[in-house]
């Protein structure tokens, strides 16, 4: 069970770079791993996913080093639009082979002006 | 655009009363996920279904059935609502694969029983 682990909460200014660490020490070779974002009363949104070394797209970025036992979420220069909650997923194959999305409790993110 | 449509917003219900609440997809998408919402306990899997007339267990599946007789519709049954049910209930859907993990969400159903 590739379970993680995030901080609860983290706090930032605009304009800052924030960095969001989970860890999954029990991730699988298949694995991926997967980051949300959850605006209140709104269901979760992906933003990005990776496999290794780093991806990037037009939201955020996703370091995730060779042992593949923690992942870490890049977020440039934030404004008060990204205070929200992030979830890191790490998929889990059931016995079809499917996946199940778990989900942890996330880091609730606040960006003050 | 993709969609995941949950069928009320808000439902206020009675403590006894079966409840269902449905969930569409127009993605043509094979997993189907619900998932309940609680201050503090992030999202929590109930059931998720990889396949029409397939189910599997979550995390906490006491108190609840599901069923999916077609593959864009997957409906959460509460049996018997009781007030620890209140909660906001999340319907996701996902396509198969080994790798893909990107889910969509519907806007999420608040349900209170009172």
């Known amino acids: 069970l590739a379970k993680t682990t995030q901080p609860i909460s983290m706090d930032s200014y605009e304009g800052q770079e924030v960095n969001i660490t989970c860890s999954h020490n029990?991730?699988?070779?298949?694995?991926?791993i997967t980051w949300y974002q959850q605006f209140p009363s709104q269901g979760p949104r992906f933003i990005i996913q990776?496999?290794?070394t780093k991806v990037t797209n037009e939201v955020a970025s996703l370091f995730i080093p060779a042992d593949r036992k923690s992942s870490t979420l890049s977020l440039p220069r934030v404004s008060l639009s990204d205070t929200a909650v992030y979830y890191c997923l790490v998929g889990e194959i059931s016995r079809d082979s499917s996946y199940k999305l778990i989900f942890g409790s996330g880091t609730r993110l606040l960006v003050r002006p | 655009d993709v969609k995941v449509t949950q069928s009320s917003r808000y439902l206020v219900k009675r403590t006894g009363e079966k409840v269902f609440l449905e969930c569409v997809q127009d993605m043509d998408h094979e997993n189907m996920f619900w998932y309940r919402q609680d201050p503090g306990l992030g999202l929590r899997l109930i059931y998720f279904s990889y396949d029409v007339k397939m189910k599997e267990k979550g995390d906490i599946p006491e108190g609840y059935s599901v069923s999916r007789e077609k593959k864009e519709r997957f409906s959460l049954i509460l049996e018997s609502a009781s007030t620890n049910q209140t909660s906001m209930y999340l319907c996701?859907?996902?396509?198969?694969?080994?790798?893909?993990?990107?889910?969509?969400f519907g806007q999420g159903t608040r349900l209170t029983v009172v």
């Open positions: 029990n991730i699988a070779t298949n694995d991926y």
């Open positions: 996701a859907s996902s396509s198969e694969g080994a790798r893909v993990t990107e889910a969509f």
């Open positions: 990776g496999y290794k």
